[in-house]
């Protein structure tokens, strides 16, 4: 089992940049694929980005292609979420998420196939 928490949410305004990071407790880091999701009020969670056990997978969803950078660092149990170019429409609660499933190289963009989530982190981009 994995324990995660989120970080570095915050207020901003169109155009700028932010990076969120995710923390993961245990040795066993290196295990689980990982992935970004959002949610904004009113709508489902929806895939951002995600990233393989490798770090040489990532998947990234239409709306944040070109903007958002998906990372991981083993030695420090982190997995971040560099986004640039923020739109108000990417205002939402981040949430981190890891998968036990797939192989090495894999990473995974429905929200099913994560079996550990964090408990989010709040984004707002003002106009």
């Known amino acids: 089992q994995v324990q995660l928490v989120e970080s570095g949410g915050g207020l901003v305004q169109a155009g700028d940049s932010l990076r969120l990071s995710c923390t993961a407790s245990?040795?066993?880091?290196?295990?689980?694929?990982m992935g970004w999701f959002r949610q904004a009020p009113g709508k489902e969670r929806e895939f951002v980005a995600s990233i393989s056990r490798s770090a040489t997978g990532t998947v990234y969803a239409d709306s944040v292609k070109g903007r958002f950078t998906i990372s991981r660092d083993g030695a420090k149990n982190t997995v971040d979420l560099q986004m640039n170019s923020l739109k108000p429409e990417d205002t939402a609660d981040y949430y981190c998420a890891a998968s036990s499933g797939g192989g090495y190289y894999t990473s995974f963009s429905h929200k099913e196939e994560y079996m550990f989530w964090g408990q989010g982190i709040q984004v707002t981009v003002s106009s």
């Open positions: 245990g040795r066993t880091f290196s295990r689980y694929a």
